[in-house]
C-alpha cells in the first residue's frame, strides 16, 4: 500500500491550523509504507491551505572549524585536542545560504525543503533552519550567527506549531530555545568566512535528550494528538502505530523551562536514566541557573 498525497494532507488539515507556520521533525521509515512522491509529497501535503514548513537543516559536518588557540573559552562542551577534519574541504569553502547542504543526519525532508523553488535559509553556518511557503521569508530572517534560534521564537510568535513525525520529543529543536531561556548558556562554535578567516558564534546547548523526565512528558503529551490510521512503528501509539505530534510552540514553553533545569542539574537515577556523560552536559550543566 502507497500512502497517498490526499491522504497525507487529511492527516495534515486535522493536525495543523491553516495560514500559519509549522516546525517540522521527521522521519519517513517511521510510516511503514511508502508515500507518493516521497518526501516532496509529504511536503506538498504539509504546505496546503496556506501553512509554511520550517525545518532545521544543520551543516556542521561541512563547515564546523577548529576553535584558534587564542579563542578557547572553557567548559564549552567540547573537546579542543580532537578538532575537526578541514583538510578534503577546498579553499574558500563556507556556508552560504545558497549552498543546497544539509547534514544526511537531518533526514530526506529538510533536503526536499532546500530544493523547493522559493525556499529562505537562516543565516548560520551550522544550524540553520530553511523555510518555504508564505511566512518563509521572515522565519528565515529571524536567525543570525548570534541568534540561532531566532526562527523557532518567530514560530511560536505566528502562533506556529511543532510536528513530530516518527520521531520522540528528543529531537525537537524547540528544547534548545527552552534551554537558553531557562538560563542556559549556549556553547560557542567556529566556522570560517569565504576569504578563510574563522569566526565565532552561537551554537546549539545540551544534545538530544534520551530521558525526558515524567513531568515534562506528561506536559508535552497534553499538547499531542494521535491520529488514528498514520502507519507507524509498532508499539509506540495505539494499536501498534505511533502517533503524529502536535505540540504547540507556546503551549509548550512553560513545561519545557520547568522541566529542563530540572533534568540538567542533576543526574537522573535508575534504569534507563539520562546520564551527564557527555562533554555538552558535563559542562553545560554548570551554566543553568534559576
Avoid: I, K
Wanted: proline content about 10%; some cysteine; charged content about 20%.
Amino acid at each position: 500500500m502507497t500512502l497517498s498525497v490526499p491522504q497525507l494532507a487529511a492527516v495534515a488539515d486535522e493536525l495543523l491550523p491553516p495560514g500559519r507556520p509549522v516546525m517540522v521533525h521527521a522521519s519517513l521509515r517511521s510510516f511503514g509504507e511508502p508515500v507518493e512522491g516521497g518526501p516532496d509529497g509529504v511536503l506538498d501535503a504539509l504546505l496546503g491551505r496556506g501553512r509554511t514548513v520550517l525545518v532545521p537543516a544543520f551543516t556542521e559536518s561541512f563547515f564546523l572549524a577548529a576553535a584558534p588557540a587564542h579563542l578557547r573559552p572553557g567548559r564549552n562542551g567540547t573537546d579542543y585536542a580532537t578538532p575537526p577534519d578541514e583538510s578534503a574541504r577546498p579553499p574558500g569553502h563556507a556556508f552560504r545560504v545558497d549552498c543546497g547542504l544539509v547534514d544526511p543526519a537531518m533526514g530526506a525532508l529538510p533536503a526536499a525543503v532546500l530544493a523547493r523553488g522559493g525556499v529562505h535559509r537562516g543565516l548560520h553556518p551550522l544550524d540553520s533552519f530553511a523555510a518555504v511557503g508564505p511566512l518563509a521569508a521572515g522565519l528565515a530572517a529571524a536567525q543570525s550567527p548570534s541568534d540561532v534560534y531566532g526562527p523557532v521564537r518567530a514560530l511560536a510568535a505566528a502562533g506556529g506549531t511543532v510536528l513530530l513525525l516518527g520521531v520522540g520529543l528528543s529531537r525537537m529543536t524547540a528544547l534548545h530555545l527552552a534551554e537558553q531561556r531557562s538560563g542556559r548558556r549556549l556553547f560557542v562554535r567556529w566556522a570560517r568566512r569565504p576569504g578563510g578567516e574563522v569566526f565565532r558564534f552561537l551554537f546549539r546547548g545540551f544534545p538530544p535528550v534520551r530521558a525526558v523526565p515524567a513531568p515534562l512528558r506528561r506536559d508535552a503529551d497534553g499538547a499531542r494528538l494521535a491520529v488514528d490510521g498514520l502507519p507507524g512503528r509498532p508499539g509506540a501509539g495505539g494499536g501498534g502505530r505511533r502517533a503524529a505530534g502536535r505540540p504547540d510552540a507556546d503551549a509548550l514553553r512553560g513545561p519545557l523551562l520547568r522541566g529542563l533545569p530540572r533534568l540538567h542539574r542533576r543526574r537522573p537515577r535508575g534504569a534507563g536514566a539520562a546520564r551527564l556523560t557527555c562533554a555538552g552536559c558535563q559542562f553545560g550543566v554548570h551554566t543553568v541557573t534559576g
